[in-house]
């Protein structure tokens, strides 16, 4: 994977505990710094599609958990074309 450089501002305090993190753990302080960035780039991320895109029709009460567990597995079991029965 390729890198780019960047410079950021940070808190003497923040990178002090990185150090400490840094030397503890054996690895970079910059590998931490790396890691924040991208946690935070994946927590503010958009994403083009919905999580959930399929919608479900009920039988219009409240299901019950293993209704539940039954409907949400039949919904993300990989559609397959080879003609596999269903279990029922």
Known sequence: MSMK???VYADPADLAIIKEAAKRRGISEAEIIRQGIHLAAMANRVWD???F???FEGPGRTLS???VRDT???AVRPETSSGSGSVA
């Open 53 to 55: 895109s399929r919608t």
């Open 5 to 7: 450089r960047t410079n």
């Open 72 to 74: 949400v597995a039949e």
């Open 49 to 51: 599609e919905p999580l």
């Open 65 to 67: 958990k293993p209704e």
